[in-house]
């Protein structure tokens, strides 16, 4: 261990690394986001993440948000245990009828100001799987939804490009919120 | 037809004993007599036969076999008026698939000892969705979750909504101070109504649907939907496309087995672990993306063939991917293998017992890390495995340690695989025309597919109209028949391991749901 943890010490770090367009591209954005997220929220924002009926493809999305290529916490984005915690809850899947209320639950746990991402495009709609006799249909149906982030599932770096865009919208936002 | 134990009998022999259906490839399907579905169902009793999947059609029910000669098949019965014995009253890992069968099609699976709803929660709107003639809703009912009894027992309810970045579903535990009695799951919160979909679906948006079953497999089940609709309709992808098929298995086997066994680290509170885990991760992630244009490589494969060619350039991303894993890889396996800390959790946690991995036919690593020694790239076996050297890893201790160092022999396999494909990947076209005109004048056309994912073993099984529709589709997730085996397996351990042990079975809530 103390070899890996050396090596961690000398090497340099993983985003500034590899010279890559996309590389140079999560740079920018992350740099941009440290801006705007510093500047409306002090540093902090708490997510929630919430699977309504997902394939699990978006969760995964979500959990490279964690690793040390985008290390989402470095901005003091943080994804949390409970809806009590939370900020932002985002929103995965088609919703299922049999998540519906679980939703609901969820939502109406989170305290105000709140903001809801719906991540994905089955969360706009329910993509392939709208029309089906289990699902509900796009996030929006349920809870209001303050920005839909689009891909099946949107890469990591889309989920950053989102959020920015989310914090951008939530300007004026914060005195008057919904719910 | 009279058998007696001593001489029990093949599979072929009660396949033969029915009326065989025409046009089921690759194996054989016959609709058999109540008196030789009892007895394929002793075999599955008597612990000689596995049952590979169980699943419903309106007044059908069908059930896919492996015998102990490893030959397959599917026998089917009719039940008028949904009417047919129960398999779970004697084979309990079909307990789940029938209530299922239930719940979607109106089956009244005779002497059934759960008749509790699994997947219909009571929030549809219908009834019986997928029958001849829905109905109207049952009333819904609170769940009532099994009892345990003793002084001091006290229960915990966790779910739908989970705490980390997970799929929704329900755990009730039954626990004595710290040490779990009783786990047991309520799931379904996720059940999109997948196979009702597919019916009456072109192939192309089949196969998009069948791509979203479990996110985490995407390449798996899109393969196995191609591989069943090929075997249906009688057509042989290109070499290249069998091969390049092959290449996003691995490197899908590559990316969750690299993240999970990060993730079994991080339950123990061993962020290191998780932390480079995640970076290989990423690593395999961008260069699938970079390699055929996709992170999670969906929608690549599709009947007929794949849709993305691999240039010069992915392939050298590949190699190169293959170059940094194998240099960093083993030291992460060294610092696993050395922290007396991390063992302390992992070994002797979550132990499921080789009687009940062999009973419950467990797929994956959480079968072969229990005894069970199979693997469906070797045997059934599919193109082009049969070219490719790769060892089936296998232990016997069934322990949180043993699915970790399943699955790291398997990324070791998997990156041996990976270069052999690469050095022998064929040239010529990625993808033929499937056309399903030709064969529409002699009837239905059926066929099916086993497929090996990194979890365990995937079915597929479906029906081609002759409109050339998808009639009906059955999708089987490995996690089928590891859920109730997770049940098992935490008896005995404290609360706290329980995200140990769930993360090390690692079962899909979307692919068991549908």
């Given at each position: 261990?103390?070899?890996?943890?050396?090596?961690?010490?000398?090497?340099?770090?993983?985003t500034e690394?590899a010279p890559q367009v996309s590389d140079a591209a999560i740079d920018e954005l992350t740099r941009?986001?440290?801006?705007?997220?510093?500047?409306?929220?002090?540093?902090?924002?708490?997510?929630?993440?919430?699977?309504?009926?997902?394939?699990?493809?978006?969760?995964?999305?979500?959990?490279?948000?964690?690793?040390?290529?985008?290390?989402?916490?470095?901005?003091?984005?943080?994804?949390?245990?409970?809806?009590?915690?939370?900020?932002?809850?985002?929103?995965?899947?088609?919703?299922?009828?049999?998540?519906?209320?679980?939703?609901?639950?969820?939502?109406?746990?989170?305290?105000?100001?709140?903001?809801?991402?719906?991540?994905?495009?089955?969360?706009?709609?329910?993509?392939?799987?709208?029309?089906?006799?289990?699902?509900?249909?796009?996030?929006?149906?349920?809870?209001?939804?303050?920005?839909?982030?689009?891909?099946?599932?949107?890469?990591?770096?889309?989920?950053?490009?989102?959020?920015?865009?989310?914090?951008?919208?939530?300007?004026?936002?914060?005195?008057?919120?919904?719910? | 037809?009279?058998?007696?134990?001593?001489?029990?009998?093949?599979?072929?022999?009660?396949?033969?004993?029915?009326?065989?259906?025409?046009?089921?490839?690759?194996?054989?399907?016959?609709?058999?007599?109540?008196?030789?579905?009892?007895?394929?169902?002793?075999?599955?009793?008597?612990?000689?036969?596995?049952?590979?999947?169980?699943?419903?059609?309106?007044?059908?029910?069908?059930?896919?076999?492996?015998?102990?000669?490893?030959?397959?098949?599917?026998?089917?019965?009719?039940?008028?008026?949904?009417?047919?014995?129960?398999?779970?009253?004697?084979?309990?890992?079909?307990?789940?698939?029938?209530?299922?069968?239930?719940?979607?099609?109106?089956?009244?699976?005779?002497?059934?000892?759960?008749?509790?709803?699994?997947?219909?929660?009571?929030?549809?709107?219908?009834?019986?969705?997928?029958?001849?003639?829905?109905?109207?809703?049952?009333?819904?009912?609170?769940?009532?979750?099994?009892?345990?009894?003793?002084?001091?027992?006290?229960?915990?309810?966790?779910?739908?909504?989970?705490?980390?970045?997970?799929?929704?579903?329900?755990?009730?535990?039954?626990?004595?101070?710290?040490?779990?009695?009783?786990?047991?799951?309520?799931?379904?919160?996720?059940?999109?109504?997948?196979?009702?979909?597919?019916?009456?679906?072109?192939?192309?948006?089949?196969?998009?649907?069948?791509?979203?079953?479990?996110?985490?497999?995407?390449?798996?089940?899109?393969?196995?939907?191609?591989?069943?609709?090929?075997?249906?309709?009688?057509?042989?992808?290109?070499?290249?496309?069998?091969?390049?098929?092959?290449?996003?298995?691995?490197?899908?086997?590559?990316?969750?087995?690299?993240?999970?066994?990060?993730?079994?680290?991080?339950?123990?509170?061993?962020?290191?672990?998780?932390?480079?885990?995640?970076?290989?991760?990423?690593?395999?992630?961008?260069?699938?993306?970079?390699?055929?244009?996709?992170?999670?490589?969906?929608?690549?494969?599709?009947?007929?063939?794949?849709?993305?060619?691999?240039?010069?350039?992915?392939?050298?991303?590949?190699?190169?991917?293959?170059?940094?894993?194998?240099?960093?890889?083993?030291?992460?396996?060294?610092?696993?293998?050395?922290?007396?800390?991390?063992?302390?959790?992992?070994?002797?946690?979550?132990?499921?017992?080789?009687?009940?991995?062999?009973?419950?036919?467990?797929?994956?690593?959480?079968?072969?890390?229990?005894?069970?020694?199979?693997?469906?790239?070797?045997?059934?076996?599919?193109?082009?495995?049969?070219?490719?050297?790769?060892?089936?890893?296998?232990?016997?201790?069934?322990?949180?340690?043993?699915?970790?160092?399943?699955?790291?022999?398997?990324?070791?396999?998997?990156?041996?695989?990976?270069?052999?494909?690469?050095?022998?990947?064929?040239?010529?076209?990625?993808?033929?025309?499937?056309?399903?005109?030709?064969?529409?004048?002699?009837?239905?056309?059926?066929?099916?597919?086993?497929?090996?994912?990194?979890?365990?073993?995937?079915?597929?099984?479906?029906?081609?109209?002759?409109?050339?529709?998808?009639?009906?589709?059955?999708?089987?997730?490995?996690?089928?028949?590891?859920?109730?085996?997770?049940?098992?397996?935490?008896?005995?351990?404290?609360?706290?391991?329980?995200?140990?042990?769930?993360?090390?079975?690692?079962?899909?809530?979307?692919?068991?749901?549908?």
């Open positions: 261990m103390r070899k890996l943890l050396f090596e961690s010490l000398i090497r340099p770090p993983l690394r941009a986001l440290d801006g705007v997220a510093r500047q409306r929220l002090g540093r902090s924002l708490s997510i929630r993440a919430v699977d309504a009926g997902s394939c699990n493809g978006c969760e995964l999305e979500m959990h490279a948000l964690n690793n040390a290529f985008y290390d989402i916490e470095r901005f003091g984005f943080r994804f949390v245990a409970s809806p009590r915690h939370a900020d932002v809850l985002m929103v995965t899947g088609p919703v299922t009828k049999n998540m519906r209320e679980a939703l609901k639950r969820t939502w109406e746990a989170t305290p105000n100001p709140k903001w809801v991402v719906a991540l994905g495009g089955c969360a706009k709609d329910g993509g392939c799987f709208a029309g089906s006799y289990a699902v509900v249909g796009g996030v929006s149906d349920v809870v209001p939804v303050d920005l839909h982030i689009p891909g099946c599932p949107p890469p990591p770096i889309e989920i950053l490009k989102g959020l920015i865009a989310l914090l951008d919208g939530a300007n004026g936002k914060v005195g008057a919120p919904k719910g | 037809m009279r058998m007696t134990r001593k001489n029990p009998p093949a599979l072929a022999d009660l396949i033969n004993a029915g009326r065989l259906v025409e046009h089921h490839a690759p194996w054989r399907r016959a609709v058999v007599a109540p008196k030789v579905w009892n007895l394929a169902v002793e075999q599955l009793a008597d612990g000689r036969w596995s049952l590979l999947g169980l699943w419903g059609e309106p007044d059908k029910v069908h059930m896919a076999l492996l015998d102990e000669a490893l030959d397959i098949g599917v026998i089917s019965l009719d039940c008028r008026g949904g009417r047919c014995p129960s398999v779970g009253q004697y084979h309990p890992p079909a307990l789940r698939l029938e209530r299922a069968a239930a719940d979607l099609f109106g089956l009244a699976p005779q002497g059934l000892p759960d008749t509790r709803r699994w997947l219909d929660h009571g929030q549809w709107g219908i009834s019986h969705p997928l029958a001849a003639r829905p109905s109207v809703p049952a009333a819904a009912t609170s769940y009532r979750f099994l009892a345990a009894e003793g002084d001091g027992l006290h229960q915990i309810a966790v779910g739908p909504v989970h705490a980390g970045i997970i799929e929704p579903g329900h755990f009730r535990f039954t626990a004595g101070g710290e040490t779990v009695v009783r786990l047991e799951e309520r799931l379904g919160y996720v059940h999109k109504g997948i196979e009702g979909l597919m019916a009456g679906a072109a192939i192309d948006r089949a196969a998009k649907l069948a791509g979203r079953t479990s996110g985490d497999s995407t390449v798996a089940y899109s393969l196995a939907f191609a591989r069943a609709v090929e075997a249906a309709l009688g057509i042989t992808p290109p070499p290249r496309a069998v091969w390049l098929r092959a290449l996003m298995a691995e490197l899908e086997r590559l990316a969750n087995h690299l993240g999970d066994i990060g993730a079994i680290c991080n339950d123990a509170a061993f962020a290191i672990m998780h932390a480079h885990c995640g970076v290989l991760r990423e690593r395999v992630l961008r260069a699938a993306d970079a390699a055929f244009g996709h992170r999670l490589m969906r929608d690549r494969i599709a009947p007929g063939g794949v849709t993305s060619d691999l240039g010069g350039a992915g392939a050298s991303t590949i190699r190169s991917l293959v170059a940094e894993i194998r240099q960093r890889f083993p030291h992460l396996v060294e610092l696993y293998d050395n922290t007396a800390s991390l063992q302390d959790r992992t070994v002797a946690t979550g132990w499921l017992k080789v009687e009940l991995a062999r009973q419950y036919a467990a797929g994956g690593y959480v079968g072969r890390a229990s005894g069970r020694d199979f693997d469906a790239r070797r045997a059934p076996g599919y193109a082009p495995y049969d070219e490719l050297a790769f060892d089936v890893p296998v232990l016997r201790e069934g322990d949180v340690n043993a699915r970790v160092w399943i699955r790291v022999r398997e990324v070791e396999q998997s990156l041996s695989l990976v270069e052999q494909i690469l050095a022998r990947l064929p040239a010529g076209p990625i993808h033929i025309e499937i056309s399903t005109g030709a064969n529409a004048a002699d009837g239905p056309r059926e066929g099916m597919a086993l497929v090996e994912g990194f979890r365990g073993d995937i079915l597929v099984w479906l029906r081609i109209g002759a409109d050339g529709a998808i009639e009906r589709c059955h999708l089987r997730d490995p996690s089928w028949f590891h859920w109730p085996l997770l049940e098992a397996a935490i008896e005995g351990n404290i609360v706290a391991d329980f995200p140990l042990c769930n993360k090390s079975f690692n079962c899909s809530y979307s692919g068991h749901d549908l």
